[in-house]
């Protein structure tokens, strides 16, 4: 199982990325997916899950400003970032997890200049 994050950069406050993460070796539509941060110092930080079923949760700090969405054709899963603010800078890691399993993928850095 492997997943690729990608679509981190630099940019400026107020401003807006978006996220992908690619999972190859399970299917997707099963799976709930699951995004993470970890800013400097700090601990790794759960922010957004797109469940099999298809809803969605947040954590306060970004809801409505953050959007995870998933192509179960395609087996990826985005996380649109609007309204950035200098706080969001951090790595950014998505995982999956299917049955007793919990899968990572190596981290993204967003970084929001003020």
């Known amino acids: 199982v492997q997943l690729q994050a990608s679509g981190g950069g630099l940019v400026q406050a107020g401003g807006s990325l978006r996220l992908s993460c690619v999972v190859s070796?399970?299917?997707?539509?099963?799976?709930?997916m699951d995004w993470y941060r970890q800013a400097p110092g700090k601990q790794r930080e759960f922010i957004a899950r797109?469940?099999?079923?298809?809803?969605?949760d947040y954590v306060a700090s970004v809801k409505g400003r953050f959007t995870i969405s998933r192509d179960i054709t395609e087996n990826t899963v985005y996380l649109q970032m609007n309204s950035l603010k200098a706080e969001d800078t951090a790595v950014y890691y998505c995982?999956?997890?299917?049955?007793?399993?919990?899968?990572w993928g190596e981290g993204t850095q967003v970084t929001v200049s003020s």
């Open positions: 797109s469940f099999a079923g298809g809803d969605t």
């Open positions: 070796g399970i299917g997707s539509s099963a799976t709930h």
């Open positions: 995982n999956a997890q299917t049955g007793p399993y919990t899968f």
